[in-house]
């Protein structure tokens, strides 16, 4: 679907709203998820690149800062607004989860995701072995988009692949056919940002995976 801002970049669901920020612009929506329109429009103090609801009404976003976009925790609740928690490992970080206990964030470049305590220690890690692009917690597993951004290759485009990581590892079990930003799901589809088109992609698992 075509996205209601420009360059959609963190997306989350809380049970009943989307969450969609925009990179270049800087501010963040409440989508309808019915009717796809913005409802809110939140003025956060940074960059938003990642959010996760936490299902009791809070949200969780990681903000970009200042000329070399730190990267910090945030909590926000519509009543109190955004209060700022912790840094994040060397200011870097990406895509946030939550398992129903603990808040995780992955690493684009270091291809892990680490697992945070509720002061922002780093207590767990995760190598996925690829870059990240998104991930999110269903059924007790973590789907994650994995691959390669090609950065740095001339010609070359995105390369990524959605992966469920349990206790077996991390196995492939189905291509990604865009430019992927974010992953987010709403208890029947999956959902992630093609950000450099301006859209919000859903879908939903081979029946085989």
């Not at 196995?171 to 992927?180: G, K, L, N, Q, W």
Request: proline share 4%; with cysteine; charged share 25%.
């Amino acid at each position: 679907m075509k996205s209601p801002t420009v360059t959609p970049q963190a997306l989350a669901w809380d049970g009943k709203h989307f969450w969609l920020s925009s990179r270049d612009l800087g501010t963040l929506y409440k989508i309808d998820n019915q009717t796809w329109k913005i409802v809110d429009e939140i003025d956060p103090p940074g960059v938003v690149w990642a959010g996760v609801s936490l299902g009791n009404g809070e949200m969780r976003f990681n903000i970009g800062k200042g000329l070399n976009d730190d990267r910090y925790i945030y909590r926000y609740t519509p009543k109190e607004g955004f209060t700022r928690l912790f840094a994040c490992p060397d200011f870097t970080g990406s895509y946030l989860g939550f398992d129903g206990e603990h808040l995780h964030m992955s690493q684009w470049y270091e291809k892990h995701i680490l697992k945070f305590d509720e002061k922002g220690n780093v207590f767990g890690k995760i190598d996925i072995g690829e870059e990240i692009c998104g991930f999110t917690f269903v059924d007790g597993a973590i789907l994650v988009i994995r691959g390669v951004e090609n950065k740095n290759v001339p010609n070359k485009s995105e390369e990524w692949k959605i992966a469920r990581v349990n206790g077996s590892g991390v196995e492939d079990i189905a291509t990604v056919p865009f430019a992927s930003r974010s992953l987010a799901f709403d208890g029947e589809n999956f959902w992630s940002n093609h950000r450099a088109a301006n859209e919000t992609i859903s879908f939903a698992l081979p029946s085989a995976a």
